[in-house]
Each structure stands twice: as structure tokens, then as C-alpha cells.
């Protein structure tokens, strides 16, 4: 299966995204992580990345499309995988169409998480919070005013893919102010229901 979880940040992509995984034994792949961990490692990426996300902006499409196709080739890819916080733009997204097409795969789902805007800046500042209780680092990315500035990037950049899946028939949408297991249940319930469509 291959799936990709569309929505703003605050959305809940990343923890519907690890339900995911323990269900269905496929791996998360998040740009969002990927570049974190670039950053950590100090790598030419991780330096080039690094300013852009503090500013709560978008990196590169060359830059993420290269570390998508590749992680894509890994092993435990083979039986599919869910795309968190990617395509963003799109470029991305007719990068990830050319990339499966490439391997003769294609897609499967795309599920856009619908939230009301007021409550992410709440989430947000939420999960600040939490790391920072659980004496874990706390994303820089991760304060009000940054945030306003990811939201815009959204809007501009990744919202359109919304109707870019749609007029593919790719798109679901899944309610994503419910509690977290409803909507891990909705997402399966769409899931089932596009399986049974194929
Ligand atoms: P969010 O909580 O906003 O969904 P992510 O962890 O997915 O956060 O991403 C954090 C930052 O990493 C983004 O604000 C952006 O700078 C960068 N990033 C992640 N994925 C992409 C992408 N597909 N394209 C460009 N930049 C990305």
C-alpha cells in the first residue's frame, strides 16, 4: 500500500502516520524527520536545510526529491510506504508521480487530515510543551510565530494538492479534529473502502 497523509502541521499526520505503521507493517517516510536527522548528522543537506526550517519555510524541492527517491528504494519499502509531509509542493508531487511510474508502482490513497486552523497554533504550542516535560529537545519550528509562517507555506504551496488528487481521484478526507482513535478509525474505514474499490 502507498499512501500519502496530506494537511497542515498540527494536523496529526505524524501520529496517524506511526498507527499506521504498527497496523500495516509498512514504513513512515517523513521529510520532516529525514531533514531533522540531516541536520543532526551535520550532513551538506542538514546545513542547507537547516535555516529554511527554523524560518518555517520549505526546502528545496531537489533537495527533498532526492532523499524521497532514495529512501524509496530501501528494503523494507517494497511492500509500500506512507508519505508524511510529502509531496508539499507541486513539483513534489509530479516528482513522486514520475519516481512510481519509473518502478511501475503507482498510488494508492492520498488522505488530506481537514482541521480547523484555530486549533493548530494550540497543538502546536501542545506538543512544545509536552517534548519540553519529557526533557526532549523542543522544535525550534515550534512556537507561534514560526508557526504562522509554516501555515502560510501551506497554503500557498501545498494546499493546491488538494485538487491536484481530486481531479485524479485519488483524494479522501478524513475529519481530523475528531479524538485521535476516531480518526485512526476513519482512515482505515477509507482505506478499507478504496481497497475494495480496486
Ligand atoms: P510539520 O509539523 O509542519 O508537518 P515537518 O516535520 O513535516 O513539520 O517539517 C518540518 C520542516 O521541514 C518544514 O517546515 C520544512 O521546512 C521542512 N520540510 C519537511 N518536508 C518538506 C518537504 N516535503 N518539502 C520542503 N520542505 C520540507
Redesign the pocket.
Known amino acids: 500500500m502507498r499512501l500519502i497523509l496530506l494537511g497542515p502541521?498540527?494536523a496529526g499526520?505524524?501520529t496517524q502516520a506511526q498507527r499506521l505503521v504498527e497496523k500495516h507493517g509498512i514504513p513512515q517516510l517523513?521529510?520532516?524527520?529525514m531533514?531533522?536527522a540531516a541536520v543532526q548528522a551535520g550532513s551538506e543537506v542538514g546545513k542547507r536545510?537547516k535555516a529554511?526550517?527554523d524560518a518555517?519555510?520549505?526546502?528545496s524541492?531537489a533537495i527533498?526529491n532526492a532523499i524521497v527517491a532514495e529512501r524509496i528504494d530501501q528494503a523494507d519499502c517494497a511492500k509500500g510506504f506512507i508519505l508524511?509531509?510529502?509531496?508539499?509542493?507541486l513539483v513534489?508531487a509530479d516528482a513522486v508521480e514520475s519516481m512510481l511510474s519509473q518502478r511501475g508502482i503507482g498510488l494508492d490513497t492520498v488522505i488530506e487530515l481537514v482541521v480547523d486552523d484555530r486549533a493548530l497554533v494550540g497543538r502546536i504550542v501542545k506538543r512544545a510543551e509536552d517534548a519540553k516535560a519529557a526533557g526532549q529537545p523542543v522544535r525550534k519550528?515550534d512556537n507561534p510565530a514560526v508557526f504562522e509562517e509554516?501555515l502560510r507555506?501551506y497554503y500557498k504551496k501545498t494546499a493546491p494538492l488538494t485538487g491536484y488528487y481530486y481531479a485524479k481521484g485519488k483524494l479522501r478526507t478524513v475529519d481530523g479534529m475528531a479524538n485521535i482513535d476516531a480518526v485512526t478509525a476513519e482512515i482505515e474505514a477509507v482505506l478499507t473502502a478504496a481497497a475494495e474499490a480496486r
Open positions: 502541521p498540527g499526520k505524524g517523513s521529510t520532516g524527520d531533514l531533522r536545510a529554511v526550517m518555517g519555510e520549505l526546502v524541492d527533498v508524511d509531509g510529502y509531496p508539499r509542493t513534489q519550528d509554516r507555506e
